[in-house]
């Protein structure tokens, strides 16, 4: 039994490539700075760290509970035209990371698209690029839809309205260009429909305690009471469903902390020095293209840990950083888990025809739209 679970916790650990990345550069950059190891825990911001890991634990449960497996089957089912189906995907994709953080929903939608190749004609592959945006745009609506929208809304000082209302412009407007196109993209076409949906109960006990422990833990965190939320949390799963808590991606987690580390001993290279001093002095254009233009090279959650030491957690660089989520794959890693899960190597190169387009639309709508939400 002990082996097991080892087993199950440490083999996420050792396939991920990225953390394997990230904690080498981590040794390089200590090898410059080696005094400032006494320092790492004070790199790493723990407020988004709990909130982060609540999460996941919660929209965990509610996977495992099988509901959304089960109402996107029965969904799938009442639909038989290409561009309505495509369309509802999409919109669940975004609807879905409004709430979860946007890999999370990806790990729901994505699963039930890959089903429909056995099944139907319908384009998989471009489907899946187009809930990898969807998530991208969805998911920066709210403080919790992404670890990004997490970090600035524990610094901002902003209530869970508050910051909706701050992103809401953004969001709105660039979700509604992927509709728009996505109704081009997706002719209306007969599908065929899933004969039965028997095979695919959901735990009822499960999906209703996690929804009422979802409630509770934002309120905790809106109050500033993360920690005791996040530990009612760990206590009723060890009392419901265990298994909820090994079948997390903790590495994930831990690539949040080793982000965290690397991200100031970058900073704290001296001979990077004269660069990041002149970040403060730069204008709002400026300071708008460099967020975006380091999400597009280190990615969006690192760039919005590098840039908040310069910057404050406001509109700007919250609309930077999640208008940089498009563009390079790298720009999101949300990105890299679709078109892991696509498992087509030719989706990537089809992945930047539509994503560099979006960056496009979104880095200028949200200088255009900055206006209306900065006072």
């Not at 999400?295 to 760039?303: D, G, L, R, T, Y």
Request: hydrophobic share 60%; proline share 5%.
């Amino acid at each position: 039994m002990f082996k097991t679970v080892m087993g199950t916790l440490l083999k996420p650990f050792l396939r991920d490539r990225f953390l394997h990345l990230l904690v080498l550069l981590g040794i390089v950059l200590t090898c410059f700075q080696p005094a400032k190891i006494v320092q790492f825990p004070q790199f790493v911001d723990w407020d988004t760290i709990v909130t982060l890991l609540g999460l996941l634990m919660l929209t965990k449960g509610v996977e495992v509970s099988g509901y959304f497996d089960f109402v996107g089957r029965k969904m799938i089912n009442a639909i038989d035209n290409e561009r309505w189906l495509a369309l509802f995907l999409v919109m669940a994709a975004a609807v879905l990371s409004t709430f979860m953080t946007n890999d999370v929903a990806l790990f729901i939608v994505i699963p039930l698209t890959i089903t429909l190749k056995k099944l139907t004609s319908l384009p998989v592959t471009r489907l899946i690029i187009f809930e990898a945006l969807a998530v991208n745009a969805g998911s920066l609506l709210t403080p919790i839809g992404n670890p990004q929208n997490i970090l600035l809304w524990n610094k901002s000082g902003l209530s869970f309205l508050q910051f909706i209302a701050q992103m809401a412009p953004l969001a709105i407007i660039t979700l509604a260009a992927l509709l728009l196109v996505t109704w081009f993209c997706f002719p209306s076409h007969s599908l065929k429909k899933l004969e039965s949906n028997e095979g695919y109960p959901f735990q009822k006990r499960l999906l209703f305690s996690s929804v009422l422990l979802y409630v509770a833990f934002i309120a905790c965190v809106d109050l500033g009471l993360a920690i005791y939320g996040l530990l009612a949390v760990i206590l009723c799963f060890i009392w419901l469903a265990r298994q909820v808590l090994l079948r997390i991606d903790w590495p994930l987690i831990l690539v949040f902390i080793v982000m965290f580390i690397d991200v100031r001993l970058i900073v704290g290279l001296d001979i990077l020095q004269p660069a990041f001093a002149h970040i403060a002095g730069l204008p709002d254009y400026g300071h708008y293209l460099l967020s975006i233009g380091l999400s597009q090279v280190i990615s969006n959650v690192p760039a919005t840990i590098l840039m908040i030491n310069y910057l404050p957690s406001g509109a700007l660089l919250a609309y930077a950083v999640n208008a940089g989520g498009f563009g390079l794959a790298i720009g999101s890693l949300a990105n890299l888990i679709a078109l892991r899960m696509a498992n087509d190597k030719k989706i990537w190169l089809k992945f930047h025809a539509y994503s560099f387009p979006f960056l496009l639309f979104s880095g200028l709508a949200g200088w255009f739209l900055l206006p209306l939400v900065v006072k």
